[in-house]
């Protein structure tokens, strides 16, 4: 039984998987359907977390949007998200970034990783 798991989960990974980590600055492109159209939208904020493995990968992306803080998950398999660039590295020292959710300006900026 698990085997037949596994190869359906193999089945629907992406070839290609997008190199980010927490703290990165992110703009991740997803397909919004409207009817039956299909466009896409931009979505651009800091990496709070990283969690799974597998095809159960997700990722979450907080922004502030007039003021309030806006955060979504994506499943980074999902055929949703068409691609996630990285904007700007971050440097942090936490694996989850949840600190930031009681920050407003600039105390709610992550430092830029310079290499």
Known sequence: ???????????????????????????????IKEGNRERIQV??????????????ATFTVRKLSSGIGVEKTWPIH???VEKVEVVRRGKV???KLYYLRNR????????????
Do not use: H, W
């Open 1 to 31: 039984m698990n085997n037949i798991i596994k190869s359906i989960e193999d089945a629907q990974m992406k070839a290609e998987v997008p190199v980010f980590n927490v703290g990165d600055t992110v703009r991740v492109s997803a397909k």
């Open 43 to 56: 979505f651009e904020g800091t990496v709070l977390k990283k969690q799974g493995t597998g095809v159960r």
């Open 78 to 80: 999902s055929p949703i």
């Open 93 to 95: 020292r936490r694996a």
């Open 104 to 115: 407003t300006g600039k105390a709610a900026k992550v430092k830029e990783l310079v290499k």
